[in-house]
């Protein structure tokens, strides 16, 4: 494999080399000898089986690979929407979606995006109708997620101190829903009690008259041991 770089500093320490499409990378792997790539490697895609390498099959195929980076500055744009708390109006519930994808995006920004809209519309209704949130509700929708989580950590370094007194609890909204078949989370230990009281309490969209939990339960009660996860350095815009 032979990789040129006109200019491998612009690059930084780790380049970053772009996802190759599926047709590409298919033909580079019926191209490879060696052994067998394990099952867990494979994909989903039933063809999706492929060598090893080092070598190729065929003696004398080599590959060369061009990476071409252009450094571009551009405008990112972080947008926000708040309803105001009636008892601790400077106490903020924060909800946020990356906005932005390498691709389609449907589970990681599209799923995101569409919850955090109807989440600010729902919330909004009820305020007309009268309810009254404890605390102010701000959502965030954030730009530049692909590159580093860069429109999130910028507003959060400006407001720091201010997010580290006044910022209750955050939501991460990225691949929010990825199936309906289980129900994982990874938050806080201490909003795993607040998480279990919610479930039991919403009604199941896939059977009538259970709530998500009693559902979880019927179909295999161990699963609610391994349901709640702590929250680490995941793949939300604010860490997860």
Not at 18 to 33: A, D, N
Not at 43 to 65: M, V, W
Not at 212 to 236: F, H, K, L, T, W
Request: glycine share 10%; proline share 6%.
């Amino acid at each position: 494999e032979e990789s040129r770089e006109e200019n491998p500093r612009s690059l930084g320490a780790d380049p970053r080399v772009p996802q190759f499409s599926f047709p590409v990378s298919s033909e580079l792997y019926r191209r490879l000898g060696g052994h067998d790539a394990p099952p867990e490697w494979r994909g989903r895609h039933p063809s999706n089986i492929y060598k090893l390498g080092p070598t190729f099959k065929r003696a004398g195929d080599r590959l060369q690979l061009a990476v071409t980076t252009r450094m571009v500055s551009t405008v990112i744009s972080n947008v926000f929407g708040s309803i105001e708390g009636f008892a601790e109006p400077d106490r903020y519930i924060i909800f946020g979606a990356q906005r932005d994808s390498w691709s389609e995006g449907a589970a990681k920004s599209g799923v995101g995006t569409a919850i955090l809209l109807e989440l600010a519309r729902a919330f909004s209704k009820m305020v007309e109708n009268g309810f009254k949130p404890r605390r102010s509700l701000l959502f965030a929708s954030w730009d530049a997620g692909e590159f580093g989580s860069v429109g999130a950590t910028e507003w959060l370094e400006g407001y720091l101190t201010m997010m580290h007194l006044k910022a209750v609890a955050y939501f991460s909204l990225d691949k929010a829903v990825l199936g309906d078949d289980r129900l994982h989370t990874e938050s806080s230990p201490l909003l795993h009690n607040l998480i279990e009281t919610v479930i039991k309490q919403v009604e199941s969209p896939k059977w009538n008259g259970q709530t998500i939990y009693s559902q979880i339960v019927a179909r295999n009660p161990d699963y609610v041991n391994n349901m709640y996860v702590p929250s680490g350095r995941g793949e939300g815009a604010c860490g997860g």
